[in-house]
């Protein structure tokens, strides 16, 4: 009866994954994940089966395509760097298993709930170099909003609450815009998690966004998906 349920469950994923994720992207899925797709159908199910068949269908899709999205960002990362071809497999399967890792903690449904609720703002003068990511928790549920510079930034955190904020650390013309953002919004009273996500960070960017309060300094999606996460749910047991 378990066996029958189980298998009901993935074929049905893989007909979602067909019909709601374009072929090429399951493809690249499947190939990306591997052996680890197995554990990562289970480990959704063990949460979603209790929902019945409709919470059942939409969180799989929910969970699958953010999996997706988060191996997309880190796949593109990678590519984008300079990196020679040792270890590559290697590389590919921890990463995978970070992903299941934080694809597990929303899968419990009282923390995929509360992210429905949650409202963040994305600032960056290249937005379009973090569409995997900013993808990865908008089909989850989250708000994002979105601005290219200080001064927008600031006046949308005035005009509207938000959950969370994630900045990118230069923006011409001011090569600290991220911390510039992080003070001006401590000064004006605003203390949400903020969190720096930038293609290159140095050991003194660190340094200096833990001295100002930052949640986060990272250039790796997965890293900076499980810290918005934390931010934005708590850490819970």
């Not at 899925?29 to 269908?57: H, R």
């Not at 009273?189 to 140095?202: F, K």
Request: overall charge negative.
């Amino acid at each position: 009866m378990k066996f029958d349920i189980i298998k009901e469950v993935f074929n049905g994923i893989i007909s979602l994954i067909e019909a709601v994720i374009w072929p090429a992207f399951a493809v690249f899925f499947v190939v990306y994940f591997g052996d680890s797709l197995k554990k990562l159908i289970n480990t959704i199910s063990q949460f979603t089966l209790k929902a019945g068949p409709a919470g059942v269908e939409a969180s799989l899709t929910r969970q699958l395509e953010s999996a997706a999205m988060l191996g997309a960002a880190s796949e593109h990362k990678k590519s984008s760097q300079e990196s020679s071809n040792n270890g590559k497999n290697a590389d590919t399967n921890q990463e995978s298993r970070k992903i299941i890792q934080a694809i597990e903690r929303v899968s419990d449904p009282k923390i995929s709930e509360e992210l429905l609720t949650k409202k963040v703002l994305w600032v960056d003068d290249c937005l379009e170099e973090n569409t995997y990511e900013q993808k990865a928790l908008e089909v989850l549920g989250v708000q994002c909003s979105f601005s290219r510079n200080t001064e927008d930034a600031i006046a949308k955190i005035k005009a509207s609450p938000y959950h969370a904020v994630i900045s990118d650390i230069e923006r011409p013309p001011d090569d600290r815009a991220g911390y510039t953002l992080l003070e001006e919004m401590r000064r004006s009273g605003y203390y949400m998690p903020y969190i720096l996500y930038d293609r290159s960070i140095l050991p003194e960017h660190k340094r200096e966004a833990q001295r100002l309060g930052a949640n986060g300094c990272t250039t790796q999606p997965t890293e900076l998906f499980e810290t918005i996460i934390s931010a934005l749910v708590g850490v819970r047991n």
